[in-house]
């Protein structure tokens, strides 16, 4: 029987590997434990179950949880800070006077202390609640005052008419509350049972609808009777504290008494000591002090004196004739013994270990010489004259390299790089003007005639001629930019090449390489810089966070000795203005260029001028200077904008002291009033000086004589010199074509250009010059107290519509 043998060319099919797929749990087993080596690098991530995972949610839960209730335990209880509360009334009806009466009387268990004369503020102990606050109370036109207790208030309870709700001014002071960033808040009505019944109901409802817009979502509490009084302050004990972050990772203090020693060299300076609760983080004695509105100084001590509001006061036994008040004095007149008589160091700065208070560097004159070039930069310098020395001539031929060096060429000579020498010098002597279109401006402005108003002969008294006209010059000035963005008239009694010598072309304003070393100026050697700003703020954070700083525990009565302190801040104090100290992180009191993110406030719309000196309140900082406006991009590059757009985020670049972010950031402009105008809200954006802000300006012509793709152009430039000095620079028109200059025809600036496609004769032709520009130093940690503002006159707040 024969047998069927397969051939050589029988398709073999792969065999099946059975048994060799193995599961996860299989494959666990098999390894017994063993890790490979890359996963040994990093961070093993467990697998855990869906129950484990579960458990672990619920556990990350319950910690939350905790944490909230520990904190609000802890705020204004017997270890913790009082609970500081602010009271701002955001109507010209509201009586201040009256809600504070019904807070200090609303539980007959509870003792009002620690008033200070001249000002409205108190602190409040109940024992029933076991909790002690601290009121304060500040007017909403006075600007400086609300937003620096604003700035350490626990919580703020704003006080609305049952019938308006709030005012232009309460509107502009809840703009200016909510851009600097709230704390916890509650709101409450005050008049409401003055009201006849059947309004109290369409009261509610109007206000309601009002409310949406600011406080959405928001239950609306009374404030006419003390038991009103009760529950709001239940809400305000039980509520979740809302945290700012420019002042968690920092140590702060408001303070409730102040005391001024002057030194022995000089009246006018001195020691302050500050008393007052910390908050936030544990104050470090070696650590600089911010005193808003002042400046940075430095701690000689802190003492740890009697706290002034114990929860559980020893409150002497009151006989038939003694009333409340007079337990309410012998309890204070007892407890400024005991401060006097327990007074107990804490901690004194050690020098070795204090932060300086230099905020400049001090450049040396002697640090840009030239010094002793190594063998290695000589070697490298003998060979770039080997390479330049090479010269590429047109020499008859047979002639040698000998015979070369003696030909001249004739298209160059000395001569003429002695006078290119003798023009840089003068130009850099010369001093740059102002724009050219601001000349043309000006003498429209000398056209314009205002009329008289005939029904009020007093109307034109009070109106300032001056600042009408400057006001009306930047009106059109802006008008114009906006019109005809960076284009500048070209200047016919100064030579282009020298009007624009600082100005340079690029091809591509995202590609083109620019140095972000290059000719810096003089005050750059004077600010700090960071080699990595995001790295140090990150590691600054975690040592905030992670270290146990030696010093005042939150919630401590402290003494701080504040050396080098002007007399004036102690005199400001006694004339019933808050002093808010803050305690600053490494390196926050040098200076360097701060970037800002900002958008202009909608109700304002005043023209506002790059480089105009601004009012700045940046973070826990205030201070005034003169800043730049530049386009928030993502590129290495910013254009310059010459005024605060309206409609779009921009990024000003200014000289201050550093401060790491997040921090928010208010600019204020001053009126020759006094008053201070919101100008724009944002947030800091990063301390960088090597964000670099490149100014346009936009050359323009107009095409003489059109061919196929060349054209003649004429009034761009008015003589030969200028157009053979800007050749190489790329021209563009509005209609999208691109071309180059070809040669100059006469002597009148006339030049023929090549594009990329025909012009159209109503096109224009355009030159794009670019030049790196700068702030201004002129940093003031110096702010006057603005005028307040009030409801007879025009506030910039938007106008509120109850209807």
């Known amino acids: 029987m024969a047998v069927h043998r397969s051939g050589p060319l029988k398709q073999k099919n792969k065999a099946h590997k059975s048994g060799r797929h193995r599961t996860r749990g299989s494959a666990q087993r098999d390894d017994k434990g063993r890790v490979a080596v890359k996963v040994l690098s990093k961070k093993v991530k467990k697998a855990l179950s869906r129950v484990d995972q579960r458990h672990r949610a619920d556990q990350l839960r319950k910690q939350k949880k905790e944490a909230v209730l520990a904190e609000k335990r802890h705020l204004g209880s017997k270890d913790g800070p009082p609970h500081q509360v602010l009271l701002v009334p955001l109507h010209a009806s509201v009586s201040l006077g009256q809600a504070l009466q019904l807070l200090q009387s609303s539980d007959p268990q509870s003792v009002a202390a620690g008033q200070r004369p001249g000002t409205p503020s108190f602190a409040l102990l109940c024992p029933q609640l076991k909790r002690r606050w601290f009121f304060t109370a500040a007017q909403p036109g006075d600007l400086h005052t609300v937003l620096d207790l604003a700035k350490v208030a626990d919580s703020i309870l704003f006080v609305l008419d049952p019938v308006e709700g709030w005012d232009s001014t309460g509107d502009y002071c809840l703009s200016c509350l909510f851009a600097q960033g709230l704390p916890t808040y509650s709101v409450a009505i005050q008049g409401v049972g003055s009201l006849l019944p059947k309004k109290q109901a369409d009261a509610k409802k109007k206000l309601s609808k009002v409310l949406e817009k600011r406080f959405p979502g928001d239950k609306l509490l009374h404030l006419d009777t003390p038991q009103d009084a009760v529950l709001l302050l239940r809400q305000l004990a039980n509520q979740k504290q809302r945290h700012l972050a420019f002042r968690d990772r920092r140590s702060y203090l408001f303070a409730h008494a102040a005391d001024f020693v002057p030194s022995q060299e000089s009246s006018s300076v001195g020691t302050l000591k500050l008393s007052g609760y910390v908050r936030g983080q544990t104050l470090n ?41 007079m337990q309410i004095d012998a309890m204070d007149a007892d407890g400024v013994s005991e401060m006097e008589e327990d007074v107990k160091v804490l901690v004194k700065a050690d020098p070795a270990r204090q932060e300086s208070l230099q905020s400049e560097v001090v450049p040396d004159p002697m640090e840009g010489e030239q010094t002793w070039p190594t063998e290695e930069e000589l070697n490298e ?66 056209t314009v005639t205002l009329g008289e108003s005939v029904r009020d002969d007093q109307y034109d008294e009070k109106i300032d001629k001056e600042a009408e006209e400057q006001m009306l010059e930047k009106y059109k000035q802006e008008r114009l930019d906006e019109m005809f963005p960076d284009e500048v008239d070209t200047p016919r009694d100064v030579a282009a090449r020298v009007r624009f010598q600082k100005y340079r072309g690029l091809k591509s304003f995202r590609t083109s390489p620019w140095d972000p070393k290059e000719n810096l100026p003089q005050d750059y050697a004077r600010i700090f810089q960071f080699q990595d700003f995001s790295r140090t703020r990150k590691r600054i954070f975690k040592e905030v966070e992670e270290e146990e700083a030696e010093g005042a525990e939150v919630g401590w009565y402290v003494t701080l000795h504040v050396a080098g302190v002007p007399a004036s801040v102690g ?157 190489p620079v790329e021209l563009r028109t509005k209609w999208g074509r691109r071309g180059h200059i070809k040669e100059p ?18 096109d224009t032709v355009l030159m794009n010059l670019y030049k ?11 702010v006057p107290e603005p005028r307040p503002w009030s409801n007879e006159e025009t506030s910039p707040g938007l106008e509120v519509d109850m209807e």
């Open 285 to 325: 004695v070696n650590r600089l002090l911010h005193i808003v509105g002042h400046g940075d100084f430095q701690i000689k001590q802190i003492d740890a004196p009697a706290d002034p509001f114990p929860l559980n006061p020893r409150v002497i036994k009151a006989s038939k004739g003694m009333d409340m008040a």
């Open 571 to 727: 005199e400001s104090f006694e004339q019933g203005a808050p002093l808010v100290a803050f305690s600053l992180l490494p390196h926050e009191q040098k200076m360097s260029v701060l970037n800002m993110v900002v958008r202009r406030y909608p109700g304002n719309e005043e023209p506002v001028k790059s480089k105009e000196e601004m009012i700045f309140h940046c973070g826990f900082r205030r201070f005034r200077a003169s800043p730049l406006y530049s386009q928030h991009t993502a590129a290495d590059k910013h254009k310059a904008e010459r005024f605060l757009r309206p409609d779009v985020a921009l990024v000003v670049t200014v000289y201050a002291p550093i401060t790491f972010p997040p921090a928010s950031v208010l600019l204020f402009k001053q009126k020759p009033d006094g008053k201070h105008s919101l100008i724009a809200t944002g947030s800091l954006l990063s301390v960088n000086p090597d964000r670099m802000v490149i100014k346009r300006l936009v050359l323009s012509g107009h095409p003489f004589k059109i061919l196929t793709k060349m054209a003649v152009v004429r009034y761009m430039f008015f003589n030969r010199e200028d157009v053979l000095w800007f050749k």
């Open 745 to 762: 025809l006469g002597t009148h600036g006339h030049m023929k250009c090549t594009f990329d496609g025909q012009l159209k004769s109503q």
């Open 772 to 782: 790196r520009v700068f702030p201004k130093w002129t940093y003031d940690p110096y």
């Open 381 to 446: 310098a003998k060979a770039l004259l080997k390479e330049k020395a090479k010269v590429v001539k047109k020499v008859p031929k047979g002639t040698s390299s000998y015979q070369a060096e003696w030909i001249v060429d004739e298209e160059g000579s000395s001569s003429e790089e002695e006078e290119e020498e003798e023009e840089d010098a003068e130009a850099e002597d010369f001093v740059e003007e102002e724009d050219s279109e601001a000349e043309g401006s000006e003498e429209e402005c000398e």
